[in-house]
C-alpha cells in the first residue's frame, strides 16, 4: 500500500490537479473566512464550515476522478490487478493518497483560527469539532467519488458523476421532507451526509455520526475492491 500511495501522492504534485484543487480550495474558504468571520467582526467560525459543505461536492470530484479511469485509460490498469498487492492495498494506498492531499487543503482552517485567536478568544473545542466533521465527511465523499472513477475511463465521466452522487446525497434531506411515509422520510434522513454534518457545526459531537461517516468510506472502498475483483476474474 505504501508504494501506491507515494506513487499516487506524486503524480498529483506532478500534474496540476493538486495545484487547481488547493488554489481553488485555499480561494474559496479564504473568501468565505473573510465573509462569514472577518467581516462579522466575530471569532465563531461556525457559519466558516457550514458554508464551507457546499464547495465539497464540487471540489472532490476534481480530486478524485483521474484515481481509478486513468489507469484504464492509460492501460496500466492490468500492471495493478496482476501486482503482488492485494486490491484492499492497492484501493487504500490511491484512497489515502486523496485524503493526503485534502487533509492539506482544510488544514487552513488551523490558519485562520490562529489568525482570530490574535484578536479575541477562540472555542478551539468547536474548531477541533468542525474539522473532524469535515475531515470525515470529506473521506466519504472521496470514497464515493473512488468508486465513481473506478466505474469509468473517462475522468470527465467520472468527475461529472461524482457531482451528481454527491449533489443527490446533499439533496437527499430535502426530499425526505417531501415524502408522505413517515417511516421511509426517517430512512432517508438517516442516509443524510448534510444533517449529520451540521451537528457538528451546531456543536453537537454525536458518535453515531462518526460511525456513520466510518461506515459510508468503508462500504464504498469496499465497492470498489469488489469493482476490480470482477475484473480481475471477469
Known sequence: MGAIFRREVGAYFNSSIAYVFLAVFFVY???SFWATT???STTD????FTVIFISLIFLVPILTMRLFSEEKKQKTEQSLLTAPISLGSMVCGKFFAALTLYTIAISIFFVYAL???YFGSVAWGMVLSNFLAL?????AFIAVGSFVSALTENQVVAAITAFISLMLLWL???AATLVSFESLSKIMMSLS?????TEFTSGLFNLSSVLFYISAIVIFLFLTVRVYE?????
Open 29 to 31: 474558504s479564504g473568501f
Open 193 to 197: 451526509f448534510y444533517s449529520r454534518y
Open 115 to 117: 489568525i482570530l485567536s
Open 135 to 139: 475531515f470525515l465527511v470529506g473521506a
Open 45 to 48: 467560525m461556525t457559519g466558516l
Open 230 to 234: 470482477k475484473r480481475r476474474w471477469g
Open 38 to 40: 472577518l467581516l462579522a
Open 172 to 174: 437527499i434531506d430535502s
